[in-house]
DNA sequence: AGTAGAATGTTGACGATGCTCACATTAGGG
DNA sequence: CCCTAATGTGAGCATCGTCAACATTCTACT
């Protein structure tokens, strides 16, 4: 398929050979740069290189656009969570992975703001996916780790709380002074939900 | 009819009165109305009868207008929580208050976005006020309600779970089928971790 | 091959927005 | 009673999202 990030060497075509993935690479370096979460569509044309106008060739919308963003953004966070640990089974391993959610959040706070800010749903199947991905996985963690009558409240509660932690860091509503600081924050709460269900039903 | 916000019996005066505080009350309104979270400052002004550059005698910025709405809609916040239960002292009445807080942003949803959606903080100082009193709340709660080692940490995770909760649900990621249900679900989390930290007695 | 037609990109334009300036009006204090 | 500061207005600039008309390139069919 697609040459792997091919290397632009030189505008050989003037058709611009790969624009809906351009513009998305160009508004993903724009977040990590400006840390602002307001993409201009015309000013990710204007990054890639093209005019105005020409995005709209490939997406109907800027929300388009900016879903498609958002949904490298949750592949990517699927990727970070998975690097933290493939397949947890522990409450620690749970830690891990929840940690890194809220890691990637303060790392990539406008990436992140991006995925979550916008209201919009139904139109982008890439986004909904994307969530559900990261909903059963969270899911399946949590099944494994405890047999219990319900999993699936377990997993809501648990992914809320690490949400909100990172939402409430991102809008400095809590002080985040390191990121080690705040893996233990995240630790503890996670361990104290954990802590509380596993006993309920076990 | 509107009672408490003069209907516009007739402009008495070319200067409007109180013109901040009518900016704001129609930005409100709009955000009630449209469910929308962008509030544009000329539409504003439009809707409080004023030209598009009237709001600049009184905010220097579209954001110090939008934190001021914000800042309403602290306040209002924390009416509702007190309004849960004015000063809980058991598990049930805390998971009272804290379904009234996922309440409050599904039932406002716009506003609850502006309040916590824009990254600002340090411009506004009502706007930090306000969250402050709304940690110092949830703080004191947590401590008359546990006499444990770490209020703060407890504190913070609850208001984390209720916050991402309310997100989730914001954001469709969490379907929300009826109030009752949204109940009964924030409940079990925010007992859920009450239970653990409760007898944890670490 | 050569050409028609679909893809893709560009120009120019429209309305709306945030914001600023010079100007008009009003409210009060000397 | 008038002068000054506070307040609101109007016109204007740069930017934005979006569209329609036009230009260019790629693809496929004969």
Redesign the pocket.
Known sequence: MSTSTGPKPAK??????D?PSALVGAALEMLEESGET??????V??RA??????????Y????ALVSAVAAVGYRELAERLAAAHPSPSTPEELAAVATAYVQFALERPALFRIMFSEPCDRDSDDRVAATEAISLYLRGIVERVFAQADPEALATAIWALVHGLAFLYLDGKLDAPSPAAVAERVTAATEAVIAATGRGSR
Chains 1, 2 share one sequence.
């Open positions: 050989a075509t003037y058709h611009h050979g624009l307001d993409l201009s569509l015309r000013g044309a204007r290189g093209v005019s105005p106008a020409a995005p709209y060739r490939h109907q919308d800027r929300e």
